[in-house]
């Protein structure tokens, strides 16, 4: 009888976020899929090698653009992979959501829905965290006027990749000052 006492002081102690599984890729489509897979599943997406400049995923390699609707919102999704040295595309490993303003409400409560009540919020800025899985960054007007939504695989080699991609981008912009 003791024990159940404390199994269930911990499951009421536990904060309420904790309950919510952090996100697995988006839609049908897991982390780690191929840019093939992404098309597959948006017929009409555009696909393209990027420059490391995205603001967002400065170590992505390659971007897919698609068109949908969540929670009734149009939204554009930017799909983002990273890839090997050996020229291989590696995987899916985030998306950023753009829609109009008035949309963040009804995008803000399909996460809530998904995801539980976030992590941290400042207004009209929120975040869900699973420290070693993924995060999601929310927010009702970016510097162009849009809501956009970051939602990235946090792993620790994707990490380490994500670090080393940073600091050579900060070097390269230091060399030409």
């Known amino acids: 009888m003791r024990s159940l006492r404390v199994i269930v002081f ?19 489509i897991p982390w780690g899929a191929s840019v093939t897979d992404i098309m597959r599943a948006f017929p009409l997406v555009v696909c393209n090698r990027i420059k490391p400049i ?10 897919c653009i698609a068109k949908t609707t969540i929670a009734g919102v149009d939204v554009t999704v930017g799909f983002f992979f990273y890839e090997v040295q050996d020229k291989r595309v590696n995987g899916f490993m985030g998306y950023l959501l753009r829609f109009p303003p008035e949309g963040f409400d009804a995008i803000k409560g ?5 995801y539980g009540p976030p992590y941290e919020r400042k207004g009209d800025q929120w975040w869900w965290i699973w420290w070693k899985d993924a995060f999601i ?12 939504a970051v939602v990235r695989r946090v792993t620790p080699s994707i990490q380490a990749e994500r670090t080393k991609r940073i600091a050579s981008m900060r070097k390269g912009a230091s060399d030409g000052l």
């Open 137 to 148: 960054s929310l927010e009702r007007v970016d510097t162009e006027g849009k809501g956009w």
């Open 10 to 28: 911990i499951l009421f102690s536990l904060p309420v976020y904790a309950h919510a599984g952090a996100p697995a890729g988006f839609r049908d």
């Open 54 to 63: 995205e603001e967002a995923f400065p170590d992505s390699d390659w971007n």
């Open 110 to 114: 399909a996460f809530v829905d998904l």
